[in-house]
């Protein structure tokens, strides 16, 4: 018997494909997701820029979840991500902790929280 696969091709176990079903639907019903591990720096420093930010996220915490390795390995088959944090912003994966980082250097990271309606513009 065949098993699933992943949107790149790559075979998942059937508790692999309900994890990434799982993982698609965080996705697509927050507007900035984070899957995160409760011990990771990266992931710390990343939930503490966006919290600074102010910023509306849903952190799944992947060690602390009863099917955290299969959504990791799901998140691994969708976006070729082996770490955490794994981060979408508007259902678009975003990559981990440096690109997050990047992007704020570089100025871009607010207009694309803002447009995802995650982020609350100051009024004058």
Request: charged share 20%; proline share 2%.
């Amino acid at each position: 018997m065949g098993g699933f696969f992943s949107s790149e091709g790559k075979e998942l176990g059937l508790g692999s494909e309900m994890a990434l079903e799982k993982a698609k639907e965080l996705v697509s019903s927050n507007p900035v997701m984070i899957f995160s591990k409760t011990y990771c720096g990266y992931c710390k420093r990343v939930k503490q820029l966006l919290s600074q930010l102010g910023v509306n996220y849903k952190v799944i915490e992947l060690d602390s979840e009863s099917d955290g390795n299969a959504i990791q390995s799901a998140l691994l088959a969708w976006t070729s991500q082996t770490t955490v944090p794994n981060v979408f912003i508007a259902g678009k994966h975003i990559g981990g902790c440096d690109a997050v980082t990047g992007m704020h250097s570089s100025g871009k990271l607010v207009p694309v929280l803002t447009e995802a309606g995650a982020v609350a513009t100051k009024s004058s």
